[in-house]
């Protein structure tokens, strides 16, 4: 109980963005577990990753989506407020 079932805790090595210069880290990122078909990410969990990236990196406008391999499957913008689904 209190494992998560669908994704699974990774630690990856990153470069990440401190005070104004790019330094290797080491990170945590949930990744999902099982990857027998991809699906792409919902539009709510798009919109919540593209505000928290934006918070860092105000110039970001796209999302590259991958699957579990690191194969680009596409891209997601945000559509503008009036044109999110429901």
Not at 7 to 21: K, L, P
Not at 39 to 55: D, H, I, M, Q
Not at 64 to 81: C, M, N, S, Y
Request: hydrophobic residues 40%; contains cysteine; charged residues 20%.
């Amino acid at each position: 109980e209190g494992v998560p079932t669908v994704y699974a805790r990774t630690m990856y090595d990153a470069r990440v963005y401190i005070e104004g210069v790019w330094q290797q880290a080491r990170v945590i990122a949930y990744t999902k577990a099982s990857a027998m078909e991809w699906f792409p990410p919902s539009e709510a969990y798009c919109c919540a990753v593209l505000r928290n990236l934006r918070g860092s990196f105000p110039e970001l406008d796209a999302l590259v989506l991958r699957d579990t391999q690191g194969a680009v499957r596409g891209t997601w913008k945000h559509p503008g407020f009036s044109r999110l689904g429901l």
